[in-house]
């Protein structure tokens, strides 16, 4: 189904003031809900700290019963989450919902642990009216470790790279005027200033935001949230008969864009000296919306895509009508998302309408039989991503409300089956779930930051996220 990502209305923010300005940082724990809780009928969440979790995270003594979405709840039951699943969790309302965003590479350094962290971000709005749509280049700064709530302040004092747990988290803002919705964004990999963007009203631009990331960066040089800047795109594509979501540039050649537009088609789009080139002979195959697009990360000539035909195609970019290999992907629904493993650049993970993910090896493509299957969501996939720093992770975002995070070579273990075994809420969970974040409503995209190991962000319809949890890696695999 085309146009799944939008937002399912335009709620009114938190936060807003007279002045205009509308971005802030919640409080760390007035969420009604995070993660999968323990609830009793007392509404007290028990727990240990994640010094004292078992590795595998399972937690059989603890009492009440796990919570999932679509689960009712009693009414003497409250949700809580317990602080100590994550190492880092933040929470930022927006003035209208945002259903794109990208992670923008900065100089401050590779595989970053030490907290606080900064990180640089550009996001895309769905306005009440059009010409409310902005840009906004962000800088979250001051992101403190979470305090637990369980913490004494001695243990607060034993963290030699945290010492200033309680401030507060820092946001400054840029803005740029944006012509319609923003239905997807993806920033240049080799250039991550330069910013591509799909708009609803069939039009593609190309910006760059050069100098409103040089404003935030620079020691002062931006308080609070700018206005909307008139900052011009670089290049407009008018070209596609209808609005569309998928979006990618590729890794390997700079400056190639592929775009995909609810009538199927393709176009792409390559950076010269002076300008940019769209070819206006699209490529064709898919019989319905284009939902995603990927490149290779290792063959510049090779991209993905992912349409409502329910179908996986390859493609050679020296070929213009017909994929080279199409694979009826057998979700039998609409596929939404797709990623493509970095590090292991043969695997490609894909998500469906009906809330299922699939792994595919593009070595055994062309016999149509993923590697593995889960269903763990209950409604349909909205994004998916592979870490960049552990090669068999991913990520996964339904719009059941859940982010769920996914580490492949995890195998059952019967000492952990054996503990949950008077648990028949922890019976069936898969041995490669390993982390469950929730509070946010219709969650749109995700993505892992490259440079902060294993901390990841996540836009909603009500709210930004940008989080690390307890258990996540900290390096390469």
């Not at 919705?181 to 990999?189: A, D, G, Y």
């Not at 952990?416 to 749109?444: C, I, M, N, T, W």
Request: proline residues 4%; contains cysteine.
């Amino acid at each position: 189904m085309s146009g799944k990502r939008r937002a399912d209305g335009v709620p009114t923010s938190e936060g807003d003031s007279d002045d205009g300005e509308q971005l802030e940082f919640e409080d760390e724990f007035d969420d009604e809900f995070e993660h999968e809780e323990m609830v009793d009928h007392e509404g007290d969440v028990e727990g240990c700290s994640s010094s004292q979790a078992p590795l595998d995270g399972v937690q059989p003594r603890i009492g009440g019963r796990l919570w999932r979405p679509g689960d009712e709840l009693q009414a003497d039951e409250k949700l809580e989450y317990d602080s100590t699943a994550y190492d880092m969790l933040h929470r930022l309302h927006i003035d209208w919902p945002c259903l794109t965003f990208g992670i923008v590479q900065d100089n401050l350094g590779q595989q970053r642990t030490k907290f606080p962290m900064t990180a640089y971000v550009v996001a895309g709005t769905q306005a009440e009216s059009s010409s409310e749509n902005q840009l906004i280049c962000m800088k979250l700064s001051q992101l403190h470790r979470t305090k637990h709530d369980n913490e004494s302040d001695d243990d607060d004092d034993d963290d030699d790279d945290d010492d200033d747990d309680d401030d507060e988290a820092m946001l400054e803002a840029q803005r740029v005027q944006h012509r319609g919705t923003v239905n997807r964004l993806k920033l240049m990999p080799q250039a991550t200033h330069i910013c591509a963007t799909w708009s609803d009203m069939a039009e593609v631009h190309v910006w760059d935001l050069s100098r409103q990331l040089a404003t935030l960066h620079a020691p002062g040089g931006s308080a609070g949230s700018g206005g909307a800047a008139g900052t011009k795109p670089s290049h407009t594509f008018c070209g596609h008969t209808e609005e569309g979501y998928a979006l990618d540039f590729s890794p390997c050649k700079k400056g190639a864009l592929a775009t995909g537009d609810c009538a199927g088609r393709v176009h792409l789009w390559q950076a010269t000296e002076s300008e940019w080139a769209v070819d206006p002979e699209p490529f064709l195959g898919h019989d319905g919306s284009v939902e995603d697009v990927v490149w290779s990360p290792v063959e510049p000539g090779v991209m993905l895509s992912a349409g409502c035909d329910c179908t996986l195609r390859v493609w050679d970019i020296r070929k213009k009508v017909g994929s080279a290999i199409t694979v009826n992907e057998g979700h039998g629904t609409d596929l939404n998302v797709v990623s493509w493993n970095k590090l292991v650049n043969y695997l490609v993970v894909s998500g469906a309408d009906d809330g299922s993910f699939r792994i595919w090896d593009l070595r055994s493509f062309r016999e149509g039989e993923p590697v593995a299957k889960f269903s763990w969501h209950k409604a349909a996939i909205t994004a998916v991503e592979w870490s960049p720093q552990e090669s068999s992770t991913l990520a996964v975002a339904g719009a059941d409300d859940q982010t769920t995070l996914w580490d492949l070579a995890l195998e059952d273990d019967p000492e952990a089956d054996e503990a949950v075994s008077e648990r028949g809420d922890l019976k069936d969970l898969p041995p490669q779930l390993y982390f469950v974040h929730q509070g946010q409503h219709d969650v749109k995209e995700l993505h892992w930051h490259s440079q902060l190991s294993g901390v990841l962000a996540t836009t909603a319809a009500d709210s930004f996220h940008i989080f690390k949890p307890c258990n996540s890696g900290d390096g390469a695999a």
